[in-house]
């Protein structure tokens, strides 16, 4: 007897059945190549060891922008500081040159006559090297060595240019008369290079 295989016709087939079929897992095939995850791993292993040392780098390259911008903002604040004593300096060197020629000008009010006659501009223009003994009383009300107007004036400008020379670096005077006007010039080395540079002026009348 030969045997005969029966075939069930699709539509016989129960939907169940089908849906079984279906849902058959597929087999996974992996394509990537042999080693490739030992070399990824090594890969990630030699960067997360890499990393730290970048890191450190670029923490000192800061530090060092930032020692940088530092000592620029000191050597700028030593600068201002510099600056601001200099015009400190200048400042009280020209208020001094303003008291000492408002300081000659009442020596020549108090002395009218050796003012007018140019006893003081003379005694500034040629200097008195020594005193003429005009501050020593003899016991009277005159002075010793007070004779006259002349000699007032060359003790006051002995005294005077004294002063001058002490409180003002390379400080000079002049005094020019013109009729009635008196003017006084003061002048010094402001910036301390040997010549005077600075100066200031005062004229009165008497």
Avoid at 14 to 20: G, K, Q, T, Y
Avoid at 55 to 67: D, K, N, P, S, Y
């Amino acid at each position: 007897m030969i045997p005969v295989s029966v075939r069930p016709h699709p539509e016989s087939v129960p939907v169940h059945s089908a849906l079984l079929v279906t849902e058959l897992p597929v087999p996974y095939i992996s394509t990537r190549p042999v080693g490739s995850g030992c070399s990824r791993r090594r890969s990630l292993s030699n960067y997360s060891q890499s990393t730290p040392h970048r890191q450190a780098g670029f923490t000192l390259i800061e530090i060092l922008v930032a020692v940088l911008i530092l000592s620029l903002g000191i050597l700028g604040l030593i600068g201002m500081e510099t600056m601001a004593l200099k015009s400190n300096q200048s400042a009280y060197h020209r208020s001094q040159a303003t008291l000492l020629a408002y300081e000659l000008a009442d020596m020549m009010r108090a002395n009218p006559d050796g003012a007018n006659a140019g006893d003081y501009a003379d005694a500034v223009s040629a200097g008195v090297s020594s005193s003429p003994n005009c501050i020593h009383y003899n016991g009277s009300s005159t002075p010793s060595g007070c004779n006259n107007v002349e000699s007032i004036a060359k003790q006051d400008v002995f005294e005077w240019d004294k002063r001058l020379k002490d409180i003002l670096p390379s400080g000079a005077a002049s005094i020019v008369v013109s009729g009635a006007i008196q003017t006084i010039t003061v002048s010094w080395d402001d910036d301390r290079n040997g010549s005077p540079d600075q100066s200031f002026a005062f004229s009165f009348g008497l």
